[in-house]
């Protein structure tokens, strides 16, 4: 047992460490891997998924609403409910000041017509001064309303544009743009296409400021798109490389704002968007939409 001993002891220290080197790898089956060569292939793997681009051009739009101005128009269920409700709290009120005096000026027209009136005595409690009675100011009163002439509900009437947005008050409306895409100019929501170092919230708030002619502030719901349209450009047009658009909407509500009557503007109800949109970008538009 010396021998061997005395030979490994006699021997340098790195032949030990490489005979030790290739005992463990010949027992193990590991093979060795050069680091150098680790990173060159993530390097290269890294750089090749950076490289490749996607095939699909990215656009922001803003389905921008503005909400009812006034009350919509009661339907004769409503009507007959208002009525009722109307009535039940007539019948459960108290009697107004105006109604108490209907009241004392009936009650002294009785003691005037009574045997026993004393009409000093009445002019004292009036002292002196001419009365006028309530149902002298209800004349008065309904004599103005004859001349009082109510505003319209619908400015329809009258023949407002459709680019107006004091259109249809008592309904939602949603603003529709005309843009020009490949050959052809359609109806749109306001969009944008999507820049490097924007986020496509970003996207659709330029798309809806660059408009021009238009101050539209609007109140964004949320940083979440609610909807995305996605289409292919005819083949004439498709590359490999850019094979067709992806369209992401987000919601927002029309706080201030107007816009010329030169640009190519339409506030529509969400009935009349049949009329102007495509029938597969319809399809995607018309789910997030509320009718309020």
């Avoid at 409503?78 to 209907?102: I, K, P, T, W």
Wanted: glycine content about 6%; charged content about 25%.
């Amino acid at each position: 047992m010396a021998a061997p001993c005395s030979r490994m002891a006699s021997r340098p220290i790195w032949q030990f460490i490489t005979n030790v080197r290739r005992t463990g790898l010949k027992h193990t089956g590991v093979r060795q891997i050069s680091l150098g060569s680790a990173c060159r292939a993530a390097t290269q793997t890294r750089s090749k998924t950076e490289s490749v681009a996607s095939p699909w051009k990215l656009y922001g739009a803003v389905c921008l609403q503005r909400l009812p101005v006034i009350s919509q128009e009661r339907n004769p269920i409503e009507d007959q409910f208002a009525e009722l409700m109307h009535q039940m709290e007539l019948e459960r009120s108290l009697l107004s000041d105006h109604e108490q005096r209907l009241l004392e000026d009936s009650e002294r027209m009785t003691r005037k017509q009574a045997d026993n009136y004393d009409s000093d005595e009445e002019e004292a409690d009036y002292g002196g001064q001419e009365t006028i009675t309530a149902q002298d100011q209800e004349d008065t009163w309904e004599q103005k309303l004859k001349h009082f002439q109510p505003a319209l509900r619908d400015r329809d009437v009258g023949g407002t544009p459709l680019g107006s947005v004091e259109r249809c008050l008592g309904d939602s409306l949603v603003l529709l743009v005309q843009q020009t895409v490949g050959k052809e100019t359609i109806w749109l929501l306001p969009q944008a296409q999507w820049e490097a170092g924007e986020t496509l919230r970003q996207t659709a708030e330029r798309g809806l400021s660059s408009l021009p002619e238009a101050d539209f502030k609007a109140t964004f719901l949320g940083n979440t798109p609610c909807g995305v349209y996605r289409y292919t450009f005819p083949k004439e047009v498709r590359t490999e490389r850019c094979v067709g658009a992806k369209v992401f909407f987000f919601k927002a509500f029309l706080s201030a704002g107007s816009a010329s009557q030169k640009e190519p503007f339409l506030w529509v109800k969400k009935t009349e968007l049949q009329g102007y949109l495509k029938p597969a970008y319809l399809e995607k538009v018309d789910r997030f939409i509320l009718n309020l």
